[in-house]
């Protein structure tokens, strides 16, 4: 894919895949005065082209990481778009209790890639 190394593919898929998904989730939360049916639609519609990041990333992703470090990847990259997006996006900040149980989660995600098994 356009000359990258194959081990960035994926994580730049999962990175784009966020985005989207973590708009359809919870970019709905500025417009609380639309109909629940409204933004229903309207976040199906965006998660729609998540899955057209998510599923190439898995499946390019699993040539080179096992399915267990390609979830792990994922769950860290949603946490970090996940907080940029809540703070530059829904006004919220990132208290110290977030952050120390975003980093237990990165933790497991470090003992996930410390186990070495990857994928072929």
Avoid: C, D
Avoid at 61 to 81: D, F, H, N, R, W
């Amino acid at each position: 894919m356009l000359g990258l190394p194959l081990r960035l593919v994926p994580i730049l898929l999962l990175i784009g895949s966020n985005l989207f998904m973590t708009t359809a989730w919870y970019g709905h939360l500025r417009f609380k005065e639309r109909p629940l049916w409204l933004v229903v639609m309207a976040s199906w519609g965006i998660a729609f082209f998540e899955y057209w990041l998510a599923v190439p990333a898995n499946r390019i992703g699993s040539a080179v990481y096992s399915a267990a470090q390609l979830k792990a990847m994922q769950e860290v990259i949603t946490l970090t778009i996940f907080a940029g997006f809540s703070v530059l996006y829904l006004g919220q900040r990132i208290t110290w209790n977030h952050a120390i149980g975003f980093a237990l989660i990165a933790a497991g995600a470090f003992f996930v890639f410390r186990s070495g098994t990857a994928a072929g």
